[in-house]
């Protein structure tokens, strides 16, 4: 059976999780279209040059790679923002096309097989572009809440941060941006004995480094902008908090207020250049969904605008709505029946008839009518049909499969 394995990292998905998959997305969507994005829909393949200088280090160890039979080099998709960027840079901007969401799988390229992250994964994200006031932000913020509240979910936050509060404390302690960079990921990783070892490293003074190995600590609700505001006096930093005051203000006002909470610890490197947000459930211990702003990432293309979105993992998604006994049974049919195949032209436009009535009708294949009463009381189907010739009539033995 060698052959019949799936490689590492990939799955099939049976009828029922792919029920409540695309019931997910509807759910989604939604909400993007009831705030005014419109979809579109990016190749998953796509030349590997378009993006070589952009794409990080780490981003281009993940990215898997196949060569075309013209020599050309290849990517299959690994960030839908960047092909959004992309677009806005050659087609969105003609349509003014400023509110976009998508659908897509996302690929990440993975060797060790012992690994639970998946190589293939599905996202649902919106893009906003050419805003760079704080209201997008809030709206951003704002959505991500709408959205996992709209699945039906429980359990959850929407963590929000500023990776330009960092970044002020950064640049006044005379950090480059290579330093700045490796310290981030120590306090992104919570490794806070590496943090101060760097920091001792790179000779950082005591006040600067008190305030970036505070930063973990700075979670919680509104009162943690206070404790964050006393500790810096750069203005970099004193704006990021203004920023933050006035998303968690709005979300107040909207009634959202519990469930946001801010993370100054929160310091998500890539693109990020303002606020940051990831969505999180008690009963995963992975995010549900990410994003924030990205100011600079559209000029590397060559249209420069700045934006802001997040993307939902709904694999995750889904993990959570299970721990929380929220998947759902996709519908049974109404009808389920067996013919004789004597008369097709009857058995067509009866059947024809009940589904133009909204009916849901299943035809079953070489069943008796005991097989036929056994398959629908299984799937919970309410009417069992047998057609012979040029009638139909309900089963004789039982008129209804659960009576």
């Known amino acids: ?48 040059d378009v993006y070589d200088d952009i794409l990080s280090r780490a981003a281009v160890n993940k990215t898997f790679k196949m060569t075309d039979s013209d020599g050309s080099l290849l990517m299959l998709r690994f960030d839908p923002t960047l092909q ?23 690929y990440e390229y993975i ?32 959505m991500a809440v709408e959205c996992l509240s709209a699945t039906g979910l429980q359990d959850f936050l929407v963590e929000i941060g ?32 590496g943090a101060e070892m760097f920091l001792r490293e790179k000779k950082v003074r ?18 943690v902008l206070a404790r964050a505001r006393a500790g810096v006096a750069n203005e970099r930093s004193l704006r990021a908090l203004d920023n933050l005051q006035q ?57 420069a605008m700045p934006a802001v979105g997040f993307s939902v993992g709904i694999k995750r998604l889904l993990m959570a709505l299970e721990n929380e006994d929220k998947l759902v049974r996709d519908p049974a049919a109404d009808y389920a029946y067996i013919a004789d195949g004597k008369d097709v032209a009857f058995e067509y436009a009866y059947v024809n008839r009940l589904r133009a009535d909204g009916q849901t009708v299943e035809k079953r294949f070489d069943a008796t009518e005991s097989e036929l009463f056994a398959y629908c009381k299984a799937r919970g189907i309410a009417k069992a049909l047998v057609i012979e010739g040029g009638a139909a009539r309900a089963a004789t033995e039982e008129k209804t499969c659960n009576s």
């Open 84 to 106: 959004i960027c992309r677009m806005a840079a050659t087609k969105l901007s003609a349509e003014r096309a400023d509110k976009v969401y998508y659908i897509e799988n996302s």
């Open 162 to 193: 500023q990776v330009e509060y960092f970044n002020g404390i950064a640049g006044e302690a005379g950090l480059n941006d290579a330093d700045a960079n490796a310290l981030r990921a120590f306090l992104n990783r919570k490794d806070m004995l």
């Open 206 to 223: 005591d006040t600067f480094a008190a305030q970036f190995l505070l930063l973990p600590t700075l979670f919680g609700d509104a009162e």
């Open 247 to 303: 998303i968690l203000s709005a979300l107040k006002a909207m009634g959202w207020e519990n469930r946001v909470t801010v993370d100054l610890g929160l310091l998500r490197g890539e693109y990020y250049t303002g606020t940051v947000l990831k969505g999180i459930s008690g009963n995963l211990g992975m995010p549900l969904l990410d994003g924030g702003r990205y100011d600079a990432l559209c000029a590397s293309f060559g249209h």
């Open 1 to 48: 059976m060698k052959k019949l394995r799936l490689p590492f990292g990939v799955q099939d998905y049976m009828p029922q999780e792919c029920y409540n998959i695309n019931r997910t997305q509807e759910q989604l969507a939604s909400v993007f279209v009831k705030h005014g994005f419109r979809r579109v829909s990016m190749p998953a393949i796509e030349f590997y």
């Open 111 to 142: 060797s060790d097989p012992s690994t639970a992250r998946s190589r293939e994964f599905l996202q649902a994200g919106v893009e906003l572009l050419g805003s760079s006031d704080v209201a997008g932000d809030i709206e951003a913020v704002a």
